[in-house]
């Protein structure tokens, strides 16, 4: 079996399908299996940003240049634990924010998830 690489260096932003066109000598084709890559977390994780870090209260999500529907955020502690996870439904504002009163002093990660999969990742340290 022979590996292949690809570098597409102009893929489009978000949800990006693969496949390849088997050809064989005599001309018969078939197409592999799809594969999925989603672009959209190295796009956006610079489009959002999380304040104020470090906190003891709230914390913010801000959004720029970005619109999200039908999203979740997770908060998980380093080990993978997922501490908290809330779904976002149409939402029309910019930034949103949570609080974090309640979590013991450490450091954090939150995932912003859509049905494409993770779109950004950000770490906080709650003190």
């Known amino acids: 079996m ?3 690489t690809f ?3 102009n893929a489009n932003s978000g949800l990006n399908i693969y496949k390849l066109k088997l050809v064989d000598q ?9 594969t999925y890559i989603n672009t959209l ?3 956006t994780n610079q489009n959002v940003s999380l304040y104020p870090n470090p906190s003891n209260s709230i914390v913010n999500i801000s959004f720029k240049d970005i619109v999200l529907e039908n999203y979740t955020i997770t908060v998980q502690d380093l080990q993978g634990k997922v ?4 779904d976002i439904l149409d939402a029309n504002s910019s930034q949103i924010s949570f609080d974090v009163n ?4 450490g450091i ?9 999969g993770v779109i950004a990742i950000k770490k906080f340290t709650k003190i």
């Open 26 to 34: 005599s001309g018969d084709f078939q197409w592999s299996q799809s």
């Open 2 to 4: 022979k590996q292949y």
């Open 7 to 9: 570098t597409h260096n």
């Open 108 to 116: 954090y990660v939150v995932k912003v998830s859509n049905e494409f």
């Open 102 to 105: 309640t979590l013991d002093k």
């Open 83 to 86: 501490i908290s996870s809330n």
């Open 41 to 43: 977390l190295n796009a």
